[in-house]
């Protein structure tokens, strides 16, 4: 049987968790900073928040970027549910890109051509969700440069990606983009 995930959890892992349950603070105590700061240090960002899943950080991560009623995002078809429903949750109408079916990656030349049209019906994106699906990197520099000339903001899903490289740099450091959200479910 192929299992759903296997993870590899050790006895420091499982003494960290021990630690915390006797200490004072089972929610927001030193731990948090502790955990962002190595997850923003490990992938050279300036800043790092820690909620309680990938889900939620994708719907603030909207909230922050002003996504509203009346609003497009935008997104890739091959994903999981949380990269669309983040702009359903503000009440944004979603719309797909179509992928680039050797990387399954949202594809820049459909995006660039959708972007164009959709120019001409004045209904571009506020927001993009590029998702590196199984940790393979989007092509962010094309992705942020057509961003830069269409006016959109870009959300890096990044929940299949912690540990990954793109040009060489951590993904999270959104050198690229504004925010990049990972996820810590087990599978990933
Ligand atoms: C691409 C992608 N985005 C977001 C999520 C949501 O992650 P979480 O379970 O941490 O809410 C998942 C989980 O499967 C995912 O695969």
């Not at 105590?29 to 050279?44: I, L, T």
């Not at 909207?62 to 949380?82: E, H, S």
Request: hydrophobic share 40%.
């Amino acid at each position: 049987m192929i299992p759903y995930g296997r993870q590899d959890i050790t006895q420091a892992d499982i003494d960290a968790v021990i630690a915390v349950l006797q200490s004072d603070y089972l929610t927001q105590g030193p731990m948090v900073p502790r955990f962002e700061q190595a997850v923003a240090s490990y992938v050279g960002a300036k800043h790092s928040l820690a909620v309680n899943s990938a889900t939620s950080a994708l719907h603030i991560a909207c909230l922050a970027l002003g996504l509203k009623k009346g609003d497009w995002l935008w997104t890739t078809p091959i994903t999981f549910v949380a990269s669309a429903n983040c702009g359903l949750y503000c009440s944004a109408q979603i719309d797909f890109v179509d992928i680039n079916p050797r990387t399954y990656n949202i594809c820049p030349e459909q995006l660039e051509a959708k972007l164009v049209q959709a120019q001409k019906v004045g209904k571009l994106p506020k927001v993009v969700v590029v998702v590196h699906f199984s940790g393979q990197p989007c092509e962010m520099v094309r992705i942020h440069m057509l961003g830069q000339r269409f006016g959109f903001k870009i959300i890096e899903d990044a929940s299949h990606a912690i540990g990954g490289t793109y040009q060489g740099e951590p993904i999270g450091s959104s050198r690229y983009s504004d925010i990049t959200v990972f996820s810590f479910h087990p599978v990933k």
